[in-house]
């Protein structure tokens, strides 16, 4: 299971990015992104119900506040603006490119992330 926390003074937007060979099957396309999660202060968000060693190692993460204050990484994709969930190789005209911070979990089932400002 995926458990984002929101320790950051103001609501939060977080999207995550994960392995899903299932549904986005494909020549190096086999990632699924899904946003946007509100997690209101002090509160959490379960992002993803499933045993995470048995997806992958590696998952991703980009969150916000709206008024500039971001949790990024180096891994950049394009998301919309909106609510969503897709495969990474399909692209919507009002997508805008965020970098993604990588997670790596090793062989946990469980990733609890806290976002501190």
């Known amino acids: 299971m995926w458990t984002i926390c929101n320790h950051y003074s103001e609501d939060v937007w977080a999207a995550i990015l994960w392995l899903n ?9 086999d990632w699924m992104t899904r946003g946007w999660y509100q997690i209101a202060p002090g509160s959490c968000a379960n992002v ?10 590696y998952f991703y993460y980009y969150a916000d506040n709206g008024d500039g204050v971001v949790w990024a ?9 909106n609510a969503f969930e ?19 979990i090793g062989d946990g089932d469980n990733l609890i992330l806290n976002l501190v400002g």
Request: charged fraction near 40%; proline fraction near 2%; aromatic fraction near 6%.
């Open 73 to 81: 990484g180096e891994h950049f994709f394009a998301l919309p603006e």
């Open 21 to 29: 060979t299932d549904a986005c099957g494909g020549e190096s396309d």
């Open 48 to 57: 993803l119900d499933e045993d995470l060693d048995e997806i992958n190692r």
């Open 86 to 104: 897709r495969c990474i190789n399909v692209k919507g005209g009002d997508d805008i490119a965020r970098g993604f911070r990588e997670v790596d």
